[in-house]
């Protein structure tokens, strides 16, 4: 199972925005200076100066009519540079910036959802989704779970776009020279116990390039339902390798859950297991040969180095 695949926003689609915006003859549309404000606007945000480019934006939206047709190209340009803004703040764990700014942006899209098309309104839950991260990055699980309950309604509606439809990710942070990203599944825990493998949360561990972007996927983590009877816990954290060479794959029963998981022990958890080095209570091999009905052949044992 790969890292479900991410989205990111780069500047240079927004230059493709403003491209376009060039098309309309703008001064038809109101006074000269405000749109001598707006092309100042975009040469700061080409000449890489974003932060002084976006406060202009953000200055031209409180100043342009509504009803004007500048309005609506100012709207665009700002929202994608705030949303810019915010990745760039989550990706480097800066989350009270990426916090203000996916709020901001929330803010805005919710706005452009009256005036622009329906895949632009799907841009109100992927901030709801970034929003949830840093609140998990500030440790603020109680704010954070009241945003994912806005996915968990919408997913009920059938409203949840394409790539949010089935899962989402909650939660991301560096630790030593690797990246660690939380993913959360909509499916409810299943009644019988017995009927199939479920996983409700799996964590990514990733080691990482000289820049600090993802390399290669070493293991996952997965909070695993518990294939039995008990009252004391619903899930057990289970290890499965992906490229790493040193690691043994398997379950880890000293970390459980409840069926309401509590997620600050989750994530401190991830951080113990990770950094710690923690090796499962099972150690489980993968024959490369199959039994006679034709299946591969997984043996589990207990890990007793």
Same mark, same amino acid.
């Given at each position: 199972?790969?890292?479900?695949?991410?989205?990111?926003?780069?500047?240079?689609?927004?230059?493709?925005?403003?491209?376009?915006?060039?098309?309309?003859?703008?001064?038809?549309? @109101?006074?000269?200076?405000? #749109?001598?404000?707006?092309?100042?606007?975009?040469?700061?945000?080409?000449?890489?100066?974003?932060?002084?480019?976006?406060?202009?934006?953000?200055?031209?939206?409180?100043?342009?009519?509504?009803?004007?047709?500048?309005?609506?190209?100012?709207?665009?340009?700002?929202?994608?540079?705030?949303?810019?803004?915010?990745?760039?703040?989550?990706?480097?764990?800066?989350?009270?910036?990426?916090?203000? #700014? @996916?709020?901001?942006?929330?803010?805005?899209?919710?706005?452009?959802?009256?005036?622009?098309?329906?895949?632009?309104?799907?841009?109100?839950?992927?901030?709801?989704?970034?929003?949830?991260?840093?609140?998990?990055?500030?440790?603020?699980?109680?704010?954070?779970?009241?945003?994912?309950?806005?996915?968990?309604?919408?997913?009920?509606?059938?409203?949840?776009?394409?790539?949010?439809?089935? #899962?989402?990710?909650?939660?991301?942070?560096?630790?030593?020279?690797?990246?660690?990203?939380?993913?959360?599944?909509?499916?409810?825990?299943?009644?019988?116990?017995?009927?199939?493998?479920?996983?409700?949360?799996?964590?990514?561990? #990733?080691?990482?390039?000289?820049?600090?972007?993802?390399?290669?996927?070493?293991?996952?983590?997965?909070?695993?339902?518990?294939?039995?009877?008990?009252?004391?816990?619903?899930?057990?954290?289970?290890?499965?390798?992906?490229?790493?060479?040193?690691?043994?794959?398997?379950?880890?029963?000293?970390?459980?859950?409840?069926?309401?998981?509590?997620?600050?022990?989750?994530?401190?958890?991830?951080?113990?297991?990770?950094?710690?080095?923690?090796?499962?209570?099972?150690?489980?091999?993968?024959?490369?040969?199959?039994?006679?009905?034709?299946?591969?052949?997984?043996?589990?044992?207990?890990?007793?180095?």
């Amino acid at each position: 199972m790969n890292l479900p695949k991410r989205t990111t926003l780069k500047v240079e689609n927004m230059r493709k925005l403003f491209l376009m915006l060039t098309l309309t003859p703008l001064l038809i549309f @109101g006074q000269t200076n405000i #749109y001598e404000e707006f092309y100042y606007a975009d040469s700061l945000i080409q000449n890489n100066q974003i932060d002084s480019g976006y406060l202009k934006l953000k200055e031209l939206e409180t100043k342009i009519p509504e009803s004007d047709t500048l309005y609506d190209y100012n709207l665009l340009y700002l929202t994608a540079i705030v949303s810019y803004l915010e990745s760039e703040s989550r990706a480097n764990e800066n989350f009270e910036s990426s916090l203000d #700014y @996916g709020l901001e942006a929330l803010e805005l899209i919710k706005k452009g959802v009256k005036r622009f098309d329906s895949e632009f309104a799907e841009k109100e839950y992927f901030m709801i989704k970034n929003i949830v991260v840093s609140y998990f990055g500030l440790g603020n699980y109680k704010k954070g779970q009241e945003y994912k309950s806005l996915l968990y309604k919408a997913y009920k509606k059938n409203n949840l776009p394409d790539g949010l439809n089935e #899962y989402f990710n909650f939660d991301y942070f560096k630790l030593d020279d690797k990246n660690i990203w939380g993913y959360e599944w909509f499916a409810e825990l299943p009644k019988d116990r017995f009927s199939s493998s479920f996983t409700k949360v799996v964590y990514y561990v #990733y080691s990482t390039n000289p820049d600090g972007t993802d390399k290669d996927q070493l293991y996952r983590l997965h909070v695993l339902m518990f294939h039995g009877d008990t009252k004391h816990f619903d899930y057990v954290m289970d290890k499965r390798l992906d490229t790493a060479t040193d690691e043994i794959s398997g379950t880890l029963y000293s970390f459980t859950y409840k069926k309401d998981i509590d997620y600050e022990k989750l994530h401190n958890d991830v951080i113990q297991i990770v950094k710690g080095n923690l090796q499962p209570d099972t150690r489980r091999t993968t024959s490369k040969t199959k039994d006679d009905d034709g299946k591969i052949q997984v043996n589990i044992e207990m890990n007793v180095d």
